[in-house]
């Protein structure tokens, strides 16, 4: 549809010369001779913007612009002033008016100001949007499941989200912590205002303070400018602190000071900035046992730990896999363009078996690759990943299921079954990034290297770096 614009001017030959340059721009025109007649227009109509002369008989621009930004706000108000009257024009932006053209005209300089207004105009209506989305995305309802653990995890939800209160958010790999709090910061009285994430187990410890912080130019080599920290971007938001038993000692000090005192300084600088942000933290670590072995600040511990909301462990809730399922395998056909009607009984018998070391992000990560692969109408046993199917898969042989016999048993091949095992699932969970799977088992990656050759679970050149 063609952007529609009201021009306003009680000079005819003003009106006229608009309308024929507008309508060369692709425009949809409609005149009016003053502030009055444009106000019974409104009335009928909506447009993208409006174009007014600021001195008219029977109602001026400014009062036309007061009217407009009660009735329509989220149409576009330029404001044409003569030359003379720039003082008052500077006033109607400050009212709302987006800005203003001066007569004479310069046809390129009127078009330009127009051109912008308008995709300014789409930007604000699209970021808008955006927000919704992610509102109606991160809502708690969209947090699935049915089971009593997670009605526990909506109540806190619904109360937590009213107040700033800093909340620690714990549990395994994959459980959702991120989207809890996302859906704490997009239901309370923050959901307007930043939401900004910290990986603190991905930035490198000595570019840590400046990402969190910011830099002064020059403070340290390749500083060649200016840097707003992540805690200035989150100012008056949500900071979402990600694996956060992952900081160094040293940032922990520092991060404690910011959040005590409300204020952080930039790496470099002499002086301090002012910040209000709420500080959502997460971590799959046991931070109680790190403070007591000395690997966090107890002081910092109890600053986040204000409230705890531990995230269940998809095998404690088995009963939500097959509402989490069908959810996916939603997802995935609307993203994929497949059809694929539903789960067959024997399917879902398979994957609620399945003991989801990855949690939820594994059975979401093995839906989307059956979706993907798919090429009947319905998911079958056989179209899941191999290690489901396995009765390895379905439940980890552990040491007092092993009988020993009067024949024995070959302890080297069931350490070595067990082993495998845990391999095809670390490196399940990690989407098969062997580096990150090294890191869930606690091993060196030079330790998986010789263990996936060892077991001819890849090749050494697919020992991807993250």
Known sequence: ??????????????????????????????????????????????????????????????ELLKHVKDSSPDTVFMMITAFGTTETAVEAMKMGAYDYITKPFKIDEVRLNINNALRS????????????ELVKEYSFQNIIGNSQAMHQIYDLIKRVSQAPTNILVTGESGTGKEVVAKAIHYNGPLKDRPFVTINCGAIPENLMESEMFGHKKGSFTGAISDKVGLFEVADGGTLFLDE???????????????????????????????????????????????????????????????????????????EDIPILAHHFLKKYNDKLG?????????????????????????????????VALEGGSTVLPESLPPLVNTPSGRKMASSHEIEVTDQGVDLDKVMGQIEKELLIKAIHTAGGVKKRAAKLLNITFRSMRYRVEKYNLGTVDDLDEE
């Open 121 to 132: 105009k789409n930007l604000e209506v699209e970021n808008r949007s955006l927000k919704k």
């Open 338 to 370: 497949k059809n694929i009607n539903g789960i067959s009984t024997e399917a879902m018998e398979v994957l609620a078996n399945y003991d989801y070391p990855g949690n939820v992000r594994e059975l979401e990560n093995m839906l989307e690759r059956t």
């Open 1 to 62: 549809m063609k952007p529609r614009i009201l021009v306003v001017d009680d000079e005819e030959s003003i009106r006229e010369f608009l309308e024929i340059m507008l309508k060369k721009e692709g425009f949809e025109i409609t005149l009016a001779e003053d502030g009055a007649v444009a106000k019974d227009i409104l009335g009928k109509k909506t447009f993208d913007m409006i174009i007014s002369d600021l001195q008219m008989p029977n109602m001026n621009g400014i």
């Open 244 to 318: 956060v038993g992952e900081l160094p000692i040293t940032i922990q000090v520092k991060l404690l000071r910011a959040i005590q005192e409300r204020v952080i300084r930039r790496v470099g600088a002499t002086d301090d900035h002012k910040i209000e942000v709420r500080i959502i933290a997460a971590t799959n670590r046991n931070l109680e046992d790190m403070v007591k072995n000395g690997g966090f600040r107890q002081d910092l511990y109890y600053r986040l730990n204000v409230i705890n909301i531990k995230t269940p462990p998809l095998r404690d809730r088995k």
